[in-house]
């Protein structure tokens, strides 16, 4: 088994990059497998072609190989009208060759985003989110309701992964949001150890 979940995002406003710190902390949380964190370039909307400069500093950007050789990924993004936002749609589309050689099949994946509002699309983001990984063949993980703060939260939070609503947190994630992310990172880091044993 691979030893990396691999949590690869894209944000904006800092909110998904928050999230994606949690979800990291509860594969940490799990012990024998560590967590990635990679992000994506923005990409210019004129060309549908990612930008050039590459950041001295900040997050890493991802590559085929960071996804290829994960043990189970965890995608993430702010909401664009009930989708992923493109610059992750656009890495996604480039993933046809580890659709063709099979090299993700199996292996368990999870999403998760942010809104600034509270009807903001996110239940449609994170389905949206999971078909390509589902064409790749990965095993869709969500959040079970054995974890109290679905039925508690008044922010972020649903059972097809985990969620932030940015604007009644004022960009900092809510106590209910950052449990249900580590719990997500938990539990996809536990399925991958499974299913490898």
């Known amino acids: 088994m691979s030893d990396y979940i691999l949590v690869l995002y894209y944000s904006r406003s800092g909110n998904c990059a928050a999230l994606a710190e949690e979800i990291a902390r509860g594969i940490q949380s799990r012990g024998g497998i560590e967590a990635r964190v990679r992000t994506v370039p923005p990409v210019a ?8 400069e590459i950041p001295t500093e900040g997050p890493i950007y991802c590559d085929l190989d960071d996804v290829e050789h994960c043990a189970g990924l965890i995608l993430g993004s702010p909401t664009r009208f009930g989708n992923m936002a493109a610059p992750l749609k656009f890495f996604v589309e480039q993933l046809g060759p580890l659709w063709a050689s099979g090299s993700l ?3 368990p994946c999870a999403v998760f985003t942010s809104s600034s509002s509270l009807h903001g699309g996110q239940e449609s983001t994170l389905l949206s989110m999971l078909l390509p990984l589902m064409h790749l063949g990965m095993i869709p993980v969500g959040i079970p309701y054995s974890n109290s703060e679905l039925t508690t939260t008044q922010t972020g939070g649903t059972p097809y992964g985990a969620s932030n609503l940015a604007s009644d947190t004022g960009g900092m994630l809510s106590k209910e949001e950052i449990a249900l992310a580590q719990a997500l990172g938990k539990r996809v880091a536990s399925i991958a150890q499974k299913l490898a044993a």
């Not at 909307?45 to 050039?52: F, V």
């Open 45 to 52: 909307a004129q060309t549908e072609q990612t930008l050039p």
């Open 105 to 107: 099949i199996d292996k």
